[in-house]
């Protein structure tokens, strides 16, 4: 059961593009909702985070979109670069607890020159 | 040095026998995480620990022996290797006291002939 729908599996983005990764919910006690980028042959790493009660949060060229009744949010990086190239994964999980957590499938992004 | 570390990151097992992936942090974190990570599934928790000797099951337990006799580490075991279980193992470390990020390891690149 598929609880956190992302998409898509894979993104090309031309070098100071936007690049937008999407995700959908099902469970409405989600309340934390954390992207992580890997990079290959590393762990994932934690990128930005967010709770239900705010719409949006940005950190440098990374900006998370929260739509609550739609239960869907969004992953937008700003002036992608070659660097940003790696997988993300966007996750959710009930009381900030991780073994709570699932993992959506998975955006392999390549930011070409 | 700090951190998470996994041992061995590569490692190629006969179908039957038993092989231990080794996970070692050196926060004192409380809680402690294993996932397998395979392409369209995205990562899937496999167990968990709160603290040392509370373990529980995750996702997909099936196959899978976990211990936690030092807070320190957090060994994972096949105790019967199938093929169905290559894949990346990765483990994961959080504090405890509402602190919501989990740090992972390189992981474990686990081939099943």
């Known amino acids: 059961q598929q609880q956190v729908k992302q998409s898509p599996q894979s993104l090309i983005v031309q070098k100071g593009g936007i690049s937008i990764i999407n995700c959908a919910y099902e469970?409405?006690?989600?309340?934390?909702f954390p992207w992580y980028q890997q990079f290959p042959g590393k762990g994932p790493a934690l990128l930005i985070a967010i709770r239900p009660d705010v719409s949006e949060k940005k950190e440098g060229r990374f900006t998370i979109s929260f739509n609550k009744s739609a239960k869907q949010f969004s992953l937008h990086i700003m002036d992608s670069q070659p660097g940003d190239s790696a997988t993300y994964f966007c996750?959710?999980?009930?009381?900030?607890?991780?073994?709570?957590?699932?993992f959506g499938t998975g955006t392999k992004l390549q930011v070409i020159p | 040095d700090a951190g998470i570390t996994q041992s061995p990151r590569y490692k190629i097992t006969e179908t039957g026998r038993q092989v231990t992936l080794m996970c070692h942090q050196t926060?004192?974190?409380?809680?402690m995480f294993w996932y397998r990570q395979d392409l369209g599934h995205g990562l899937r928790l496999i167990y968990y620990s709160a603290a040392a000797d509370i373990t529980d099951k995750g996702e997909v337990p099936d196959g899978y022996v976990v211990s936690r006799s030092k807070t320190e580490n957090f060994p994972l075991t096949l105790e019967s290797a199938t093929r169905s279980q290559t894949s990346v193992y990765f483990c994961?470390?959080?504090?405890?006291?509402?602190?919501?990020?989990?740090?992972f390891g390189q992981g474990t690149r686990l081939t099943v002939v």
């Open positions: 926060w004192s974190h409380s809680y």
């Open positions: 994961a470390s959080r504090d405890g006291g509402g602190k919501t990020e989990a740090f």
């Open positions: 469970n409405t006690a989600f309340d934390y």
């Open positions: 996750a959710a999980s009930r009381d900030g607890g991780y073994q709570k957590v699932t």
